[in-house]
């Protein structure tokens, strides 16, 4: 996917201007929260059917990826430009999210 092959690359740049430990310290862990609620959102949704707890979740996906956004700005600008297509993509797919469950109501 050509959207998490440029946040990879985003990651890598940041890594390369980071200047001590901490700082890389702080982008692995906005990663792995990213990875994490990046992992959850779709089996919540397809699998479990549950779209009531994916828009739930995707709040926290949301957020993670604006943290990456954010914090790969305080590295270089370029990487986060590299994350705003992914920024987008989740934005459009919680608007998605939310109207289906506003649609389809009750869920459970």
Do not use: C
């Not at 980071?18 to 089996?43: C, G, K, R, T």
């Not at 994350?83 to 608007?95: E, G, K, M, N």
């Amino acid at each position: 996917m050509i959207i998490l092959g440029l946040a990879a690359w985003a990651a890598i740049l940041s890594w390369d201007q980071a200047d001590s430990q901490s700082e890389q310290a702080m982008l692995i862990a906005v990663y792995a929260a990213n990875f994490l609620f990046h992992l959850l959102w779709s089996p919540l949704f397809f699998k479990y059917q549950r779209p009531d707890w994916a828009l739930i979740e995707v709040v926290f996906l949301w957020l993670s990826v604006t943290a990456m956004l954010a914090l790969t700005w305080s590295f270089t600008p370029l990487a986060s430009i590299m994350i705003l297509p992914y920024f987008l993509w989740v934005s459009f797919a919680a608007i998605l999210n939310a109207k289906i469950v506003q649609l389809n109501r009750p869920f459970g």
